[in-house]
């Protein structure tokens, strides 16, 4: 990814005194931005080659617990290091924070090989197989997420259960609402824009309180590292302004979820691969072929787009998040929609994944889906017609956690393109966290059952 800073530019800054820390960050499972603050001084000169992390980063749950059952690192195994890689073509500066610059990493073993579960390094394998056959994708998400009137700190200390939205109704493209949001939102925009993201704009989304960031398609990898690097920085700026901002899917039953769409499609030499101008609707054959792998595949990968119990309770009828992995003509019902039909711009934009997917393992696995259709030459069924949320013959998304694990570990398609390990992986990482969930008593359990029961 093209940042904003050559290493030539760091060192300057760093030798006149403008920049003195460096994040040197990894990706974990989750998403998140995980490393260390190096003074500059050190980084320019002996740690920009690499540093050391403990190998449970990529083998721990939302709250850096230790599971067992993970092959790859273990108590057993005493918990290692990996080697953290600065990518440098990465570097930039992180204007929402004073002389500070980030640099993203891949991880490697001991012997400077790439971790097969790595996140960044499986969207790289899937990019390499793609390049093989001549292609180059290009895609877009769209960051969803709800900003709410007081701090995280003052809401962790509520338990919770003090959560007001910072508006009081739905503000879906509204323009005065959203201008009260601006002291969050303008910075947010001019920031992240600054440190070298193709920011196009922000809107009021479908519900009180509910915000959408939008960035301009690029490179697959590219596109990964501006959705980790926004959301990392919607979260500190509302946070500097006293606000929480959440990427919970569905925080509340009554009101509607937070998605992360993801728009796609393939290049060649420059050309968009998808267009077709003598065929139906625009569309390519290579285009029929990698949406018929994507549809088909969807429940193989629906873990990688909804990684989480909750993730699954915003799968909703009428709340415009998909209960069908069916495809339909610019129809916000269905799971797969169509957008630009007929134009240069046409492409497919996955409405199932919740806006707390972790990109780089969304991008890798729709792209390993596509390859699988474009490889088998899949053909695509027709387009769905109307509401999709009442067609009986449209096959579901899964519904629970539960089945997307089995989905995932019974998947063979996705086993030749990552990998038995990898899967073998995240498959414990589904386990885990079903397992983490069933020993929960929740607050509906309590409430429903306490006098009652």
């Not at 000169?45 to 403990?54: A, G, I, L, Q, Y």
């Not at 323009?175 to 600054?194: G, S, W, Y």
């Not at 393992?361 to 596509?370: D, E, P, R, S």
């Amino acid at each position: 990814m093209p940042g904003t800073l050559s290493f030539d530019d760091l060192k300057s800054r760093v030798a006149d005194g403008t920049i003195d820390t460096v994040l040197v960050c990894a990706v974990d499972m989750q998403g998140r931005l995980m490393g260390k603050r190096f003074h500059a001084v050190n980084f320019v000169e002996t740690s920009f080659k690499e540093t050391h992390c403990c190998n449970y980063l990529l083998a721990t749950d939302l709250e850096m617990a230790t599971p067992e059952g993970y092959a790859a690192t273990s108590w057993r195994k005493g918990y290692g290091d990996y080697v953290m890689a600065p990518d440098l073509s990465t570097l930039r500066q992180v204007p929402w924070l004073e002389g500070t610059a980030m640099v993203l990493c891949d991880i490697l073993d001991h012997h400077h090989d790439p971790v097969p579960h790595d996140p960044r390094g499986m969207l790289k394998k899937q990019i390499a197989r793609l390049a093989d056959l001549g292609f180059e994708a290009q895609m877009a998400t769209e960051l969803e997420f709800f900003l709410f009137e007081k701090s995280l700190d003052d809401i962790r200390k509520s338990g919770f259960a003090d959560l007001t939205p910072i508006s009081g109704y739905n503000e879906d493209y509204h323009i005065f609402q959203t201008t009260k949001e601006e002291h969050v939102m303008r910075p947010l925009r001019n920031h992240l824009f600054a440190a070298g993201l193709p920011i196009e704009n922000s809107k009021g989304e479908a519900e009180a309180g509910q915000e959408e960031l939008n960035i301009r398609y690029a490179p697959a990898l590219d596109c990964a590292d501006h959705h980790t690097i926004a959301k990392h920085a919607v979260k500190e700026i509302a946070w500097q302004q006293g606000h929480a901002a959440s990427f919970l899917p569905k925080w509340r039953p009554d009101r509607v979820g937070s998605s992360s769409h993801v728009h796609q499609s393939l290049w060649q030499d420059g050309k968009p691969a998808f267009h077709d101008p003598q065929a139906d609707l625009g569309m390519s054959d290579l285009m029929r072929h990698y949406m018929a792998g994507l549809i088909a595949y969807a429940p193989d990968y629906t873990f990688f787009l909804a990684p989480y119990v909750n993730s699954y309770k915003r799968f909703a009828k009428g709340t415009f998040a998909p209960t069908k992995t069916v495809w339909s003509i610019d129809n916000r019902t269905a799971g797969f929609r169509l957008c630009g039909d007929g134009t240069k711009g046409i492409r497919v934009e996955c409405r199932i994944g919740g806006s707390d997917l972790n990109p780089y393992l969304a991008q890798a696995a729709m792209l390993a889906a596509g390859i699988k259709g474009i490889e088998d030459r899949m053909e695509l069924a027709p387009p769905t017609k109307g509401d999709v949320y009442d067609d009986a013959k449209a096959a579901d998304i899964p519904r629970t956690l539960r089945d997307a694990t089995e989905t995932l570990r019974r998947s063979d398609f996705l086993r030749q393109a990552m990998g038995d390990d990898v899967i073998d992986h995240y498959t414990r990482c589904a386990e885990w966290e079903q397992e983490e969930f069933d020993r929960a008593v929740t607050d509906w359990e309590i409430k429903r059952g306490f006098e009652r029961a």
